[in-house]
Nanobody, 120 residues
């Protein structure tokens, strides 16, 4: 199983980004995919997830209204769409996978992360 994040960048407050999680080595529609945010010096925390088949999603309260998640099984890619970015959104964003049908906090496989910096 391989997950590769991309799309991180330096962006001004109020800006938008789309992060991508390209997957390989497994059937995306059979896995739930989560996104995690690790701010500098802090623990990693779960901010979003999409279940296998995309039938349900989870968005953490801290980002609700600013973040959406989607998947494109034909491209084996899951996207995290982030709007109205704030300095506190700065950090490394990781995607992760587990072979279940629903969103939860424990994942088996992880990507290497992509850096997002929100600063003027």
């Amino acid at each position: 199983l391989q997950l590769v994040e991309s799309g991180g960048d330096l962006v001004q407050p109020g800006g938008s980004l789309r992060l991508s999680c390209a997957t390989s080595g497994f059937t995306l529609s059979h896995y739930a995919i989560g996104w995690f945010h690790q701010a500098p010096g802090k623990e990693r925390h779960h901010i979003s997830c999409i279940s296998n088949g995309g039938t349900s999603t989870f968005i953490a309260a801290s980002v609700k209204g600013r973040v959406t998640i989607s998947s494109d099984n034909a491209k084996n890619t899951v996207y995290l769409h982030m709007n109205e970015l704030r300095p506190e959104d700065t950090g490394v964003y990781y995607c992760a996978a587990w072979p279940g049908s629903y969103c939860q906090n424990e994942y088996d496989s992880w990507g290497q992360g992509t850096q997002v910096t929100v600063s003027s």
